[in-house]
């Protein structure tokens, strides 16, 4: 059973520019969180999707975006970066049913870096 | 909303010993999950254990056991006979049980653990 990865595991990009990262769920998994962790803090969810739509949002502005993909795969898109950006971004993915979506795998992360 | 709370930023235990991490939660919620997730130095969130509010008995997993007070809204987790490979930042988090606004995690922000040899 392959577990949750993600890409890329490193990232820097520039104050203003735009990022991409992806995620992969764990096999059987229709569910995928993402979250934001900054450095010494705990996560902080972002947003979720099940079966290509999403199913709940933080308090993050509308320049974090998402798209689940009919695979279950997903994207976390974030425009217009800024230095506050800079942090770890966690993948989750669970089975997902329509009553509650269980326990939350992890996958490694990715680590931005905004300058 | 919901709130975790872990009031030791840092613990440390010798190998072989047994610690035990804080964690206290606020919640109106009667059902909700609860759970220990480890984050080594790799960063990979790692599920230690979990616990379903409506079971009164604590959940066990080989040396990981937990200390679940719903009244009190408190949910410790003692490490038995601790490794050098327990060493890792350990954060508490809350689930809703109700599908409502994504069932996200809320997290506490973590308890740093050093093994001692």
């Known amino acids: 059973e392959t577990g949750v990865t993600q890409s890329p595991t490193h990232l820097i990009k520039t104050r203003g520019q735009q990022v991409t990262l992806r995620c992969s769920s764990q096999s059987g998994h229709n569910t995928v969180s993402w979250y934001q962790q900054a450095l010494g803090q705990g996560p902080q969810f972002i947003f979720q999707?099940?079966?290509?739509?999403?199913?709940g949002r933080g308090n993050f502005p509308p320049r974090f975006s998402g798209l689940q993909f009919p695979n279950y795969s997903s994207e976390l898109n974030v425009n217009a970066l800024e230095l506050d950006d800079s942090a770890l971004y966690l993948c989750?993915?669970?089975?997902?049913?329509?009553?509650?979506?269980?326990?939350?795998?992890f996958g490694p992360g990715t680590r931005l870096l905004v300058l | 909303a919901q709130t975790v709370t872990q009031s030791q930023p840092e613990m440390s235990v010798q190998e072989a010993e047994t610690v035990t991490l804080s964690c206290t939660y606020d919640?109106?919620?009667?059902?909700?999950?609860l759970f220990w997730y480890k984050q080594p130095p790799s960063r990979q969130m790692i599920l230690v254990i979990r616990q379903e509010a409506y079971k009164q008995q604590n959940a066990t997993e080989n040396r990981f056991s937990v200390n679940f007070q719903k009244a009190a809204k408190s949910f410790s987790l003692k490490i038995s006979d601790s490794q050098l490979g327990d060493t890792a930042m350990y954060f508490c988090?809350?689930?809703?049980?109700?599908?409502?606004?994504?069932?996200?995690?809320?997290f506490g922000t973590g308890t740093r653990l050093a093994v001692r040899p």
């Open positions: 999707y099940y079966r290509e739509e999403e199913n």
């Open positions: 989750a993915s669970s089975p997902g049913t329509s009553r509650s979506q269980e326990t939350q795998y």
């Open positions: 988090a809350f689930r809703r049980t109700q599908k409502r606004s994504g069932d996200k995690l809320t």
């Open positions: 919640t109106s919620e009667n059902n909700y999950y």
